[in-house]
């Protein structure tokens, strides 16, 4: 595994994150109302809030009348449940992506290398690490768990490696064990503990910046399968990384990716063209590449952010180093301000959606019935059979929570909304229960405290809110069970909320002050970092649950309450609660917010906007709505700032947008909801158009807000001018237009100034229309804007009648010259609308026409209405519609002229047709009144109204006739004369149908009469007689007419009804009154002589028997047998008998009382059960026989009476004899004659109740024996404890048992003095010093404790005897302190301690006692400060002596290391042991001995060839930092501090003598401040040297190394000045390095050694100071030259660009890219002989030679063949191409840019490296010219070719950058 950090012991449990290992969490309060404090909620609710408030949550228990009724019918309710794993609330892993955490790590690896030669590289583990069964162990999981308890530190200190074991391991064991945690923390601390230092680091302000060298760039890092191998071979050291190196890493992700890409992928394409083998081959490729890279450039710019879709702000985009997907830093949710160093991954990548945690819904739905199976099953497994507390179920559920109890998953049923599943309160639109009274449902239904009425209560905001928001405005149903939880979470919008509880279990809630919220978040994140880094927003997810005590342990309060069934639960704004339930229950909450909720809500909108969640609700429409609608006196005080708060917003936010641009706003409708609309704070995020485009939507003006807060002020009775709130000094927004900056006020000035011309002009459309598009700037602003709106209304009601006015002409002309006259007409209203609001401003050319269309359609209105008044004829009427229709106007009476004269038309039309039906014989009466009515709304003239008015006086007359007889029920015979009379009228009316209708219904009953009554006498079925006579009779009483045979029906309808009750009075049983009363109705009708009735009378009369004789026997006392015998005989009697149940009733009565008399009568025995007989019973069962019916014996019953009596005689004799005893007051000298009375007594009582309780009678002298017995038992106790010394739990359990005693028994005298008594005793008892107990008495206590019993009557000389030897041994031992305290001379530690021993054993409370426990302990906690100070090694179990002794040997072994006369002993550095046989070596610096095992510690070199070099000597001579091994031993580690010890000695003044361990530590301070004395001294000598000779640093540093190493103690000071010193040393070393070792290195170093050097404060005048700035200002110097130079482009000589080569190479630096751009421009090319200048070249096909275009006058592409004039001279057959026309010569040049020389000589590449893509196109128009002619033309030219001719082959290349410094 390798070696590690050396871990503590792990066995003893964390501590703040144990359910009860603090202090019990404090209870909310809880609250009772009365009646009339119950009836207003809110106002309840606001009278507790200053005392509630401060707990964050209460509890109110209803008055005693609240009963609200069941309104839920749970059994069959149908609900959904989530699934909450109960053990994963908070021991549960972050959702990090593993990959994602590989893949960082890795990044990390590669770039932190440390030194070589550093030991073995750490990386990822060589083989996969494992989990104890052989399971892979999720390392990203392993650093996370870790990270959660404060890192590896924070683990081990807190010793929580079982808690990190089991969020690694789903499957580990409650008790991990210690191996599993030692090998998980090993691993850890070798592979991430410098990761987990380096995530922690903070990053200083240099990390936005890049170094110019030495970066590493992330992107290019092999994929996460790649790292296997790799990872093997990086470097990581536990060291710290220096800020560069930090800088270097986290500087790397600069989050402009778009610059970042683009300018690398630049820079890789120019890099590779210097590589190249020619021009002509890398040519092409290097084209294609730049392709590819421009389009990668391409999609780079494409880069949109994966929230908002939006590629706008790419300075703010912030790209994932996995993915590369881009978020807007504003985006993000919570958004971040600035961009975050480091890498840096999206959620995606971070969270792993394996470990993603919430509460999954069930698909199926649940019944209660299988909810309640699951819970019983639940608390089965965690319970068993028993019922545990609330404790125990509190204390369970916390331990399932923190993982350490095992797994659980239950079911919540939880947030179902009402409106679907039903509410438990009563609502008006639910069924009513039958079981449940009306009016209780109904008074609970309007019940302020009905939850489903909270939100909407008079006192609430909410009231004025719409929507029904499930939660909010209707209430959520919870149906909970066994350790179903809702987890910490703050409401919605900070709104309050209450939770009722139904039925059920209670409920257990956790709560903290709203005060405090900001607190607790910090502790949760604190508690679960890695939660929240993956999460940021995990409080709004309530998953997440927390111990309470784990807040108590930070400071943040929070309270408890323990909902009970009935109960109300209220949580206040901002306060975090959560909780869960201890079993099947159901519960409801809704939200409500009073008027102090407000200022809260803010807050609450805040939080939304901060985290991007989606509100509930708009708070900011909300506080308007709530403002316009009334306010109440108690919100005024809390609207009116917030009203304020939202008016200075909207005026910020608006100006702002104006200021940036957005001219253009409207009004918004309500309820609007466009597409894409954002809110005023995010106009920079909308979108990428300008702020021009973006149009501000508002409803509501800064000025309907200012006036709404004036009337908010003004209903507080404050006298306040218009904005109160706008007195501030607001400074008024300017904005730059047309290069001169305006004031918003003076730009609505300019703007009516303009707008008030354009009214007084001609109308131009575009005018108007620009104008109002401006006016949109100002419409929103406050009152002084109000003229801008003003003018903004004139013109838009100016534009809009001209336009009305121009349309209505144009329409009217359209349809003049449209000859079908399809178009629609102008209304004549508009038009003379129009007419009469003319705008005055300006006239219309088109409205003297509108005027003449006006004043005709009033003439022709003229005419309809007196035609239509005067009755005119139907053909004037269609004249005067004719030409109404023709006008090109819309009269509104064409319409009712045309309507009048379709009326008259279709009148006259139906009229003919009934006069028509006349002359056939048949007319319709309700047609014919129809026309009549009709007829009067005619107002025309036609002959036709005469005719059919006396058609329809005869109809009339002759249906008044029909409704006479309709009204007077007519006789059968009277009716049938009229119908016959009216047979063959023309009229059909209704009325006489329905008479001819009752005629035929009134015959047929008559028939079906006398037909059933002829087969009448024949039936005997009385029941059918009865039915069918009762139907014929209610049919003929229907009838509307009279008729004769319904008096006979009625009578034999009577006469069958009595037949049937005479049948039915033989059949069954029935009372003799109705037999009575049936034979009498039948002796009425006539009857009583048919059989049925003469069998009833005989039945009543031997009823009438049997009733006269059971009468007789009442009122006279028979036995009981007779009365037997009688009822027997009324068996056969049909009939119900009155004094039956009266006979029965006695016989029952009697039976009852013999059965009670059996229990007196047998005998008693003990099986039996309790005692239940009583002696009054008895009595009164004797006595009651007297007053019965029945004859009863009693004598047996008299005999028992006697008996009991007999015993209470001899019971009270008894007590009276107890009673004279317990009336002695004194005992006497002894108190066996006492005894043995009361011992006789006791044998006495002891058999009267045995006696007694035989008889099995409830007797109360009974239960004064039973008191009697208790009380002589507790005497004789008592009186035994003057015999004997009894304990003192004895004595405390007597006096306990004297309580439970009889009242009257124990204010005897007897026992008065046993008590009096039994006091003394125990008092003695606990000053007897062999008592346990924790404080011991004082001496005068005891001697008056012995004093005191000379008064007491009872005698205790035993006790007495004990006392006065207790006081004789304290005297004797207070002796012996004075003695010792007199004589300092003989004090001592060991005397000291012996006086201690004795005093605990006899001593009382003294003086003495305390001072010597006081002396005793102050040494004490001197030791264990000792203890505490130098074993800082937990494992260290050695005792304080031997641990000093071990320091101080390490001191003398530290000596002897810089001791001159020790050099010669053979003994180790390390261990300061003799070398012996044992395997060593000695070092060839500092000539010491080391053993090799001791040296493997320290990570030393390797051995050399043949000589050994210590570790210490070989980091000095090295130049590297120590090893970690080495810095191990010198850092503090477990080592106490010199300074620590000499405050020890210090405090210890004044001790006592023979303190072995003071004496020790005197001498080790001694020698510790010797030994820093003269390490303080030779470092600072060797600090002041400032010359060449490193050795004299080297010496002085090695001994105090050793020394420091091998001394026992710890000084911060030596340690300090040891790194300062080595820092100094080890920068010399490198310099020397460079000046002595001949390799060069780069400038970069130099310049970083040379700040290193005043970072380290070297002297000015150090010889290696000197050095460094004379290489640095050298190499700075030549580097100048050598830039200038090489882009001279030929300007110095080339004499002098040698010798500049020259001084590059004899620089200290390395410069080789200098030089080589150096060598390059000492090249010459052309017949010019100048360096390469980018202009276009051509070479020679033969020697490769390379000539300027313009040097040899070519233009145009080049030949595919060219040989240079030196090759092939004057042959007259090779040509050149000239250039072309002067028209043509900058398109060649352009085209001849491309061509660069080669760079290499390979023919055949050059020659088709110059072949052109077009060269076909040109061989037309090539002109062949003798280059040798061409060259004779000027001399000058051709000598210049000849001298400048050179064989030699050279190659040239295209430029690279200069990658100098400057």
Request: hydrophobic share 35%; net charge negative; glycine share 6%.
């Amino acid at each position: 595994m390798g070696k590690g950090r050396p871990l503590p012991a792990t066995t003893a449990s964390p501590s703040g994150c144990r359910f009860g290992s603090d202090a019990p969490i404090p209870e909310a309060p809880v609250f009772r109302p009365t009646e009339e404090e119950f009836a207003d909620p809110l106002a309840y609710v606001a009278r507790i809030r200053p005392v509630a408030e401060r707990y964050g949550i209460c509890r109110i228990v209803p008055p005693p009348s609240w009963s609200p009724p069941k309104a839920l019918d749970v059994a069959a309710l149908s609900f959904p449940t989530k699934r909450q794993p109960i053990h994963r609330l908070l021991a549960r892993p972050a959702p990090a992506d593993p990959d994602t955490f590989l893949l960082d790590y890795a990044r990390f690896l590669k770039a932190y290398r440390g030194p070589p030669g550093r030991g073995r590289k750490k990386g990822l583990p060589k083989s996969p690490a494992t989990l104890p069964d052989g399971r892979p162990l999720d390392l990203c999981r392993l650093f996370h768990a870790v990270k959660r308890f404060g890192g590896y530190n924070g683990a081990c200190k807190g010793r929580r490696w079982d808690d990190v074991v089991r969020l690694v391991d789903d499957r580990a064991r409650r008790h991990v064990p210690e191996c599993a945690k030692h090998v998980l923390a090993q691993l850890y601390h070798e592979h991430f503990y410098a990761y987990e230092k380096f995530t922690n680091k903070p990053v200083s302000s240099q990390d936005g910046k890049q170094e110019e060298s030495g970066k590493v760039d992330l992107d290019d890092q092999p994929s996460v399968s790649g790292l296997k191998d790799e990872g093997r071979s990086q470097s990581v050291s536990g060291g710290e990384m220096d800020a560069a190196e930090v800088s270097g890493i986290r500087s790397q992700k600069r989050r402009d990716a778009i610059n970042k890409k683009a300018i690398g992928m630049a820079s890789h394409s120019n890099s590779n063209g210097s590589t190249g083998k020619n021009a002509a081959s890398a040519g092409p490729w290097k084209w294609k590449r730049r392709k590819v890279d421009d389009a990668e450039a391409n999609k780079v710019d494409d880069q949109v952010c994966e929230q908002c879709d939006s590629g706008l702000h790419g300075d703010a985009m912030l790209l994932c180093d996995r993915c590369d997907k881009g978020w807007h830093l504003y985006c993000l949710s919570p958004p971040l301000e600035i961009v975050p160093p480091g890498n840096w991954y999206c959620s995606d990548c971070m969270n792993s959606d394996s470990d993603c945690f919430g509460f999954v819904e069930r698909r199926k739905t649940c019944l209660l019935d299988a909810f309640q199976r699951f819970d019983e099953k639940v608390k089965r497994r965690w319970f068993g059979q028993r019922r545990p507390s609330r404790v125990q179920v509190e204390k369970q559920f916390w331990e399932i929570v923190e993982g350490r109890a095992g797994e659980l998953e239950v079911m919540y049923g939880s947030d179902m909304d009402t409106s679907v599943y039903g509410s438990g309160f009563p609502r008006l639109g639910d069924p009513v229960p039958p079981s449940v009274d009306l009016e209780m449902w109904q008074k609970y239904c309007s019940s302020p405290w009905n939850l489903n009425n909270f939100p909407n209560l008079p006192s609430s905001v909410l009231r004025t809110v719409q929507d029904k928001i499930a939660g909010v405005m209707v209430p959520w149903l919870y149906i909970g069970m066994l350790f179903s939880s809702f987890c910490w979470h703050v409401e919605d919008h900070c709104f309050y909320s209450i939770n009722y509880l139904h039925w059920g279990e209670p409920k257990c809630w956790y709560g903290v002050p709203g005060a405090e919220a900001n607190a607790f978040e910090l502790v949760m994140r604190n508690t679960l970092p890695d939660l929240f880094d993956a999460q940021p927003d995990l409080l709004f997810h309530l998953v997440t649950m927390l111990n309470p005590s784990v807040l108590q342990v930070n400071g943040v309060p929070v309270y408890s309450v323990m909902q009970e069934p009935g109960n109300f639960v209220i949580t206040f704004p901002r306060s975090y609660h959560g909780g869960f339930n201890l079993g099947l229950n159901c519960a409801e909450a809704v939200n409500f917010a009073p008027a102090d909720w407000l200022p809260h809500g803010g807050i609450g909108a805040e939080l939304y906007r901060m985290y991007r969640k989606a509100p509930v609700l708009s708070h900011e429409e909300l506080l308007y709505v709530v403002a316009k609608n009334g306010v109440s006196s108690e919100s005024l005080s809390y609207l009116k700032g917030e009203i304020e708060r939202l008016f200075l917003k909207e005026k910020k936010c608006r100006e702002e947008l104006w200021t940036n641009g957005t001219v253009k706003s409207s009004l918004m409708p309500a309820r609007s909801n466009p597409n894409y609309i954002g809110s005023e704070e995010h106009w920079k995020h909308l979108c990428e158009c300008s702020p021009e485009k973006h149009r501000l939507l508002y409803r509501h003006t800064l000025a309907e807000l200012g006036d709404l807060g004036c009337e908010v002020k003004a209903l507080s009775g404050e006298n306040v001018k218009q904005y109160p709130f706008l007195l501030n000094d607001i400074p008024a927004p300017f904005k730059k237009v047309k290069d001169r900056y305006i004031s918003y006020a003076q730009l609505a000035e300019d703007w009516l100034s303009e707008s008030d011309r354009i009214l007084h002009m001609p109308f131009l459309d575009t005018a108007y229309s620009t104008a109002l598009e401006a006016s949109g700037q100002f419409l929103w602003g406050d009152h002084d804007m109000d003229s801008v709106r003003n003018m903004a209304l004139k013109l838009t009601e100016a534009k809009k009648w001209v336009l009305s006015v121009r349309n209505c002409i144009s329409r009217i002309d359209e349809l003049l010259l449209c000859k079908h006259k399809f178009s629609e007409k102008v209304k004549y209203v508009e038009i003379e609308k129009l007419v009469a609001v003319r705008c005055k401003s300006f006239c219309e050319p088109g409205l003297p026409q509108l005027q003449a269309y006006v004043e005709k359609g009033k003439m022709m209105i003229s005419e309809i209405n007196i035609a239509l008044s005067s009755c005119s004829t139907v053909e004037h009427l269609e004249t005067l519609y004719s030409r109404a229709s023709e006008f090109p106007i819309e009269l509104t009476e064409t319409s009712t002229l045309c309507c009048e004269i379709s009326f008259a038309k279709s009148w006259l039309k139906k009229t003919c047709d009934l006069l028509e039906q006349n002359r056939a014989g048949t007319i319709d009466i309700d047609l014919l009144n129809t026309l009549k009515l009709e007829m009067v709304q005619l107002r025309v003239v036609v002959p036709e109204i005469e005719l059919l008015s006396n058609l329809w006086k005869e109809a009339e007359s002759l249906r008044r006739r029909c409704q006479s007889y309709l009204q007077d029920s007519p006789v059968l015979k009277e009716l049938g004369s009229f119908l016959l009379a009216l047979d063959g009228t023309k009229f059909t009316i209704p009325e006489l149908n329905l008479l001819k209708q009752h005629y035929s219904a009134a015959c047929c009953w008559a028939s079906l009469v006398n037909g059933i009554l002829r087969k009448l006498f024949e039936r005997n079925d009385y029941h059918n007689i009865v039915e069918e006579l009762t139907g014929i009779v209610r049919d003929g009483k229907s009838l509307r007419v009279k008729v004769d045979e319904l008096p006979i029906v009625e009578k034999e309808l009577r006469r069958s009804l009595c037949r049937k009750q005479a049948c039915e009075a033989l059949a069954t049983q029935m009372s003799m009154d109705f037999i009575e009363e049936i034979l009498t109705q039948a002796s009425i009708l006539t009857i009583e002589e048919e059989l049925p009735f003469v069998d009833l009378s005989q039945l009543l009369k031997n009823a009438t028997a049997w009733e006269q004789k059971a009468r007789l026997m009442l009122e006279q006392s028979a036995f009981l047998s007779e009365f037997e015998d009688h009822i027997r005989c009324a068996e056969d009697v049909q009939a119900i008998l009155p004094s039956a149940p009266n006979m029965k009733a006695q016989i029952v009565v009697a039976r009852s009382w013999m059965d009670k008399c059996q229990a007196y009568l047998r005998p008693r025995r003990d099986e039996l059960g309790p005692v239940v007989l009583k002696v009054d019973d008895l009595k009164d069962l004797i006595c009651r026989p007297a007053s019965m019916k029945v004859i009863l014996d009693t004598s047996a019953l008299n005999s028992v009476l006697s008996k009991v009596e007999k015993w209470e005689h001899n019971s009270l004799s008894l007590l009276i004899n107890l009673r004279t005893l317990l009336n002695l007051n004194v005992v006497g000298s002894t108190v066996d004659p006492l005894e043995r009375n009361l011992e006789e007594l006791q044998n006495k009582i002891s058999g009267a109740i045995e006696s007694g309780l035989s008889l099995g009678f409830e007797l109360k002298v009974l239960n004064e024996l039973k008191d009697c017995l208790l009380t002589v038992g507790w005497m004789l106790r008592a009186l035994s404890f003057c015999s004997r010394i009894p304990l003192l739990e004895h004595v405390d359990r007597a006096i306990e048992e004297a309580v439970n005693l009889p009242a009257f028994l124990l204010n005897c005298p007897l026992a008065t003095l046993l008590m009096i008594g039994l006091s003394w005793l125990r008092k003695a008892l606990v000053l007897l010093p062999e008592s346990e107990k924790s404080v011991k008495p004082k001496l005068e206590n005891a001697e008056n404790i012995l004093a005191e019993h000379q008064k007491i009557a009872i005698p205790y000389s035993i006790m007495t005897a004990e006392l006065e030897d207790a006081i004789s041994k304290h005297k004797s031992w207070t002796e012996q302190c004075h003695a010792f305290f007199m004589l300092p001379d003989y004090q001592s530690w060991a005397g000291l301690l012996r006086l201690r021993d004795r005093g605990q054993s006899v001593a009382l409370d003294c003086c003495e006692m305390d001072r010597v426990v006081l002396d005793i302990k102050k040494i004490d906690g001197w030791f264990n400060q000792c203890r505490c100070t130098l074993s800082a090694d937990v494992n260290d179990n050695g005792s304080l002596l031997s641990i000093l002794q071990k320091i101080s040997g390490s001191l003398d072994n530290a000596s002897m290391l810089y001791a001159e006369d020790c050099k010669k002993k053979e003994f180790c550095v390390i261990c300061s042991c003799d070398v012996g046989d044992v395997v060593a070596s000695r070092c060839v610096i500092c000539l010491d001995w080391y053993h090799s095992s001791c040296v493997e510690s320290l990570l030393a070199s390797k051995q050399m060839i043949s000589e050994y070099i210590c570790p210490f000597c070989f980091s000095l001579e090295s130049g590297n930092p120590l090893e970690k091994g080495i810095q191990e031993r010198i850092s503090k580690g477990n080592r106490p501090a010199l300074s620590a010890l000499t405050e020890l000695f210090s405090s210890a003044k004044g001790f006592y003598k023979g303190i072995e361990e003071l004496d020790l530590l005197e001498e080790i301070t001694k020698k510790g401040c010797g030994l820093k004395s003269y390490l303080m001294q030779i470092l600072h000598d060797a600090d002041s040297y400032d010359g060449e000779d490193l050795s004299v640093m080297c010496k002085p540093l090695v001994v105090a190394l050793k020394s420091t190493s091998a001394a026992g103690l710890y000084d911060q000071q030596i340690n300090n000045n040891i790194e300062v010193i080595l820092s100094r040393y080890l920068w010399k070393k490198h310099i020397h390095n460079i000046l002595c070792g001949g390799r060069q290195t780069s400038i970069q170093h130099v310049m970083r050694l040379d700040k290193e050097g005043s970072n380290l404060e070297i002297s000015g005048e150090d010889f290696f100071k000197l050095e460094i700035c004379k290489i640095k200002e050298t190499s700075q110097q030549w580097l100048t030259k050598a830039e200038k130079a090489a882009f001279d482009c030929g300007e110095l000589p080339l004499d002098l660009v040698y010798g500049l080569i020259t001084e590059g190479e004899n620089l200290s630096v390395d410069v080789e890219k200098e030089l080589k751009l150096l060598r390059d421009r000492s090249i010459l090319y052309c017949i010019c002989r100048k360096p390469y200048d980018n202009r276009a070249m051509i070479a020679c096909d033969q020697c490769d030679e390379w000539y300027h275009f313009d040097c040899i006058n070519v233009c145009g592409p080049p030949p595919e063949t060219f040989h240079c004039p030196a090759c092939c001279p004057n042959n007259g057959e090779v040509f050149i191409l000239l250039p072309r026309p002067a028209s043509e010569e900058d398109r060649a040049s352009i085209e001849a840019r491309s061509h660069t020389p080669p760079a290499s000589s390979d023919k055949s590449e050059t020659v088709e490296a110059n072949k052109c893509s077009n060269s076909n196109s040109w061989k037309k128009s090539q002109v062949r010219v003798d280059l040798v002619k061409f060259l004779r033309q000027d001399s000058e030219l051709d000598n210049t070719w000849r001298e400048n001719k050179k064989v030699l082959h050279r190659t040239a290349r295209r430029r690279s950058n200069f990658a100098g410094l400057l």
